[in-house]
């Protein structure tokens, strides 16, 4: 059996730094979707209507996540000796696209799902030609958020922050998510080997945590070189959240979740434990996670406490 590393297997202090993290993160998203900061109004009158779609932007950004993939974000760029300002438009950004991945994968004519985070999905909540609008509207969204409100300073030049914008719209078209889902739906029935079903989870969970972590570094304003391995740390991590999200969805319950269950199975999914069983799945999660725990060893700049406690946060929702 694969065993992790003592310093995975301890919790460390971190829970205050997570809770400060997560705070900042909510109110960034909070300020970011606030309806108020928003024209609505025509000729100086507004009209009934709009403020439904903020409202479903906000039913579907601002409540219950984990946030794990903004947390990653700034705890990386912080890691790097980065600056909370400088990192959380994007870490925000990349909660909305977040969002958008889920309202779109609860569609009918995708997963076809009631119910996420413990509540009605947005379409259930406000109807079906509304939660794709409320989609499109945080996807594109999104990007101004990062254009607009990063602060350019001494490690955020220019030519990082459009690396940045670059990098997001990858994973957010056909090099990325969009790409994840789609043959994610073509190989529902069809014949799938190991090759296929790391394909589908590296473009459709393994690239936003990727991007998470690159663009946290990038950030920073560390090398390329020191990028490229948070690149590395983000795809392993990704991959390993997956085959936990997979896991569960065998082994834990809805209530739990607050999401329906055992529909991987229903809907004859691609997954890791449909492949290869609960056991070498686990393993494989177990595995990627020490790793990305490596990497984090192999960079002595970095300082790597908080980075650690948050591998551990996946590898821990499977014990
Ligand atoms: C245009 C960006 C874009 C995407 C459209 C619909 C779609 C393409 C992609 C769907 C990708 C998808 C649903 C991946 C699943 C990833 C996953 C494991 C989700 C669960 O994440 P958690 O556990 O959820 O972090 P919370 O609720 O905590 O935020």
Not at 9 to 36: D, H, M, P, W
Not at 126 to 134: I, M, P
Not at 207 to 227: C, D, M, N, Q, Y
Not at 269 to 282: H, Q, V
Request: hydrophobic share 40%.
């Amino acid at each position: 059996m694969t065993t992790l590393p003592q310093e995975l297997n301890t919790k460390s202090n971190y829970e205050t730094r997570y809770a400060n993290t997560l705070s900042a993160v909510r109110r960034g998203l909070e300020q970011f979707l606030a309806i108020n900061d928003n024209p609505i109004g025509i000729n100086g009158q507004s009209i009934e209507g709009p403020e439904k779609l903020w409202e479903a932007m906000q039913y579907s950004a601002l409540d219950a996540g984990k946030l794990i993939r903004p947390v990653f974000t700034i705890e990386t760029c912080l890691a790097c000796g980065g600056e909370l300002e400088n990192v959380l438009p994007t870490a925000c950004a990349i909660e909305m696209v977040h969002a958008q991945s889920l309202i779109h994968d609860d569609l009918p004519c995708m997963d076809n799902d009631d119910l996420r985070r413990g509540k009605p999905t947005v379409h259930k909540a406000f109807g079906e030609s509304a939660a794709v609008l409320t989609g499109d509207a945080l996807l594109a969204f999104a990007f101004g958020i990062i254009s607009k409100h990063t602060p350019l300073n001494k490690p955020v030049t220019a030519e990082n922050l459009i690396k940045v914008i670059s990098d997001f719209s990858d994973v957010s078209s056909m090099k990325g998510l969009v790409n994840g889902q789609f043959v994610d739906i073509y190989y529902e029935n069809r014949p799938f080997d190991a090759n296929v079903l790391e394909y589908i989870h590296t473009y459709k969970t393994g690239a936003l945590f990727r991007f998470s972590a690159r663009a946290g570094a990038r950030l920073a304003g560390v090398p390329e070189t020191t990028v490229e391995t948070f690149t590395q740390i983000g795809e392993k991590l990704g991959l390993a959240f997956q085959i936990v999200d997979d896991l569960l969805d065998i082994q834990s319950d809805s209530e739990t979740m607050g999401k329906t269950v055992g529909k991987d199975q229903a809907q004859a999914k691609a997954t890791y434990p449909t492949l290869f069983g609960i056991e070498t799945s686990r393993k494989k999660a177990e595995s990627l996670i020490i790793e990305a725990n490596e990497l984090l060893n192999s960079l002595p700049e970095i300082k790597t406490d908080a980075l650690k406690a948050l591998a551990e946060f996946i590898h821990e929702r499977i014990h």
